[in-house]
């Protein structure tokens, strides 16, 4: 496995951000972005802690939503 993908949502209750991996058991969050992206590459090197099958390649994919009112 050279790759991995993280979905990313806004936190609604605390703020921040969640990353979740896609087909992985790993959870990570932050307040800022900064934050988070070196907490998913902390969260991918701990959970993959000394095997050489390891990803190479982190994807963030951002999901975002919004509501419109249409009156």
Same mark, same amino acid.
């Given at each position: 496995?050279?790759?991995?993908?993280f979905q990313? &949502?806004e936190d %609604?209750? /605390? +703020?921040g951000?969640?990353? $979740?991996a896609? +087909?992985?058991?790993?959870?990570?969050?932050?307040?800022?972005?900064?934050e988070?992206?070196?907490?998913?590459?902390d969260?991918?090197?701990?959970?993959? /802690?000394?095997?050489?099958?390891r %990803?190479t390649?982190?994807h963030l $994919?951002?999901i975002h &939503?919004e509501?419109?009112?249409?009156p």
């Amino acid at each position: 496995m050279r790759e991995i993908v993280f979905q990313v &949502e806004e936190d %609604p209750v /605390d +703020g921040g951000f969640v990353a $979740h991996a896609v +087909g992985h058991g790993i959870v990570t969050q932050a307040d800022t972005l900064d934050e988070l992206r070196s907490m998913v590459i902390d969260a991918v090197r701990c959970h993959f /802690d000394g095997q050489r099958e390891r %990803p190479t390649v982190v994807h963030l $994919h951002f999901i975002h &939503e919004e509501t419109l009112n249409c009156p």
